[in-house]
């Protein structure tokens, strides 16, 4: 927890003064259709003066007189800018509005709502410009952050993490290495955050203390009120010296740089305190990648491997050192006011027998072995559930497996392709609209998991061939127009329609060139990866030299 070498030489911290352009800029970005305020200071209202200062900005430019005598964005520029400097709480900050949404539409459980808090438009604009922005950037420029966790991060995404997961899998299959994972899940993440600590964290990064103490100000003197379907509640709650609140709120600009800032200070513990990680080297030895976890916000996963042993570790004593580090995961998380849902908690074995001189991956039955973890104050234990090598689970929104197979990522792609179809062909869209639903929607959804993904060509086109006959059949083109048309450019009289195998190639070739030339984490494990298997190929040439070459023999 003690404040970095390159945040503490700094001559000076981070700044608390917001000019009008911070204040233009923020409000400008910020959707209207945003529900805020409690006070009824909606985001129209703040948007309605902007474009009032723009346009006398306008007229002074051309030598014209401004329309107003009064500047009201200089007003509210200085408004704000008092908390920041002088670290109090205004009246009207604090004051929340708690709606509840259902987790899963139709069941109403009381532990399953998520909570989101409503708070002031200006209050919710200063977190972000204070922490979300000014922080986090502060921390990325001095190398602060925890390089495990991709969450909340600029320049940094969930497919990120999933792809060191997969790069991890592979791995072990390509240097018959022994390897564990647990997958797990921070239940009510921004609800659980101790406050204290969250500040605490915040000065370790350089905001300065004016700017805590009208946040921690903020957050003790908040008044919760409940909106539901009948209205808003007259009667509120709020902490109290005998009955504190946790929890930063779902909703706040600064909940997820908070959390940043205290996963980071966790990852870190957990490197430190791990009894075995994953270290992964290439046959050179001149790159190495060691980690204990792969973080996205809430969802981690844990792994330990014997690839840099001397010697293969037994399955048993790998598992208790999956059990340990986990354990210890759940200790560190919940120091932090944190605890893991342990139903949606999950590990797979990757672990080798050799038979008849084939390397084989071991299932339940062969290998038997039970994880247990403890949560919180709990003195009884609950077994996580163990998946098959071959069973794919949902991760970050991609559904690989540990024996690198993607058949349930390909059947969910499928049946979200054939369900765009359906709804299309039932619609009223015109050809425009349906140019549209191509470029915003349908693209982006069937293309998210691709980069790290090895679907083949011919699933590829399995996927997409009746979505592509529902969208040409709306814009007026036969459904059997050939589709070296139907997916060539525009520039040679084509229709430019997404081809999922090329985009797939694409998207592919881009995040590996993005990250071997940045040559980060993802780029290391992929450098590993792409050497063991120059190795294993036998080859003279480079691999990627002759990427048309088939070498059945390598590891898939």
Not at 29 to 40: A, D, L, Q, V
Not at 251 to 264: E, H, K, M, T
Not at 289 to 295: F, L, P, T, Y
């Amino acid at each position: 927890m003690a404040m970095p070498a390159t945040i503490s030489a700094l001559k000076k911290p981070i700044s608390t003064d917001i000019s009008a352009s911070d204040f233009i800029d923020g409000f400008k970005k910020w959707k209207e259709r945003t529900s805020t305020s409690p006070s009824g200071r909606h985001l129209g209202l703040y948007k309605a003066i902007i474009n009032d200062y723009e346009e006398d900005e306008d007229r002074i430019s051309k030598d014209l007189p401004p329309n107003r005598t009064t500047d009201i964005l200089d007003v509210l520029v200085k408004m704000t800018n008092l908390p920041l400097r002088y670290g109090f709480a205004p009246t009207r900050w604090c004051k929340s509005i708690t709606v509840m949404i259902e987790k899963d539409p139709g069941s109403p459980r009381i532990e399953r709502l998520r909570i989101i808090h409503l708070f002031e438009a200006d209050y919710n604009f200063v977190l972000k410009q204070m922490w979300a922005r000014r922080m986090v950037y502060c921390g990325e420029d001095h190398n602060c952050f925890n390089h495990q966790q991709y969450g909340s991060r600029p320049g940094h995404q969930a497919l990120d993490a999933v792809h060191k997961k997969t790069l991890s899998y592979d791995l072990a299959r390509i240097l018959l290495v022994n390897l564990a994972m647990l997958d797990n899940d921070a239940t009510g993440c921004y609800d659980r955050i101790v406050i204290s600590l969250a500040m605490i964290c915040a000065l370790r990064l350089g905001m300065p203390r004016s700017a805590v103490r009208m946040h921690s100000k903020v957050i003790a003197n908040l008044r919760y009120f409940v909106k539901t379907a009948h209205g808003i509640s007259d009667r509120w709650y709020k902490a109290v010296r005998q009955h504190l609140l946790f929890g930063t709120g779902q909703g706040s600009g600064a909940s997820p740089a908070i959390w940043l800032s205290i996963v980071s200070c966790l990852l870190a513990g957990l490197s430190k305190m791990a009894s075995l990680t994953m270290l992964f080297t290439d046959p050179w030895r001149d790159i190495a990648n060691e980690r204990s976890a792969d973080s996205y916000v809430d969802d981690t996963s844990i792994g330990v491997s014997d690839a840099h042993l001397p010697e293969p570790l037994t399955a048993p004593v790998l598992v208790q050192h999956l059990q340990s580090v986990s354990q210890t995961w759940e200790r560190l998380l919940y120091s932090s006011g944190g605890a893991l849902e342990l139903r949606k908690c999950f590990w797979y074995l990757i672990y080798w027998q050799w038979i008849d001189g084939r390397p084989v991956m071991v299932n339940s039955l062969e290998c038997p072995a039970d994880i247990t973890l403890t949560c919180g104050l709990a003195t009884t234990s609950t077994t996580i559930a163990r998946k098959e090598p071959w069973e794919a689970m949902r991760t970050l929104g991609v559904r690989p497996a540990p024996n690198g197979n993607f058949l349930k990522e390909a059947t969910f792609l499928k049946s979200k392709a054939d369900t765009y179809a359906s709804r299309l062909l039932a619609s009223n869209l015109t050809r425009m609209d349906t140019f549209l639903f191509h470029r915003s929607t349908y693209i982006p959804s069937l293309t998210y998991s691709l980069p790290v993904t090895t679907l083949s060509k011919t699933q590829l086109n399995k996927i997409q061939t009746r979505s592509i006959m529902a969208i040409l059949d709306k814009l007026g083109v036969n459904r059997n127009f050939p589709r070296r048309v139907t997916f060539g450019p525009r520039e040679y009289c084509g229709l430019s329609l997404m081809d999922m195998s090329v985009e797939q190639g694409v998207r592919q070739l881009q995040h590996f060139m993005n990250h071997v030339f940045a040559m980060d984490s993802i780029g290391e494990l992929i450098l590993i990866e792409l050497r063991s298997l120059q190795i294993e190929s036998g080859c003279g040439h480079h691999l990627l030299e002759a990427p048309l070459i088939d070498l059945p023999y390598l590891t898939p």
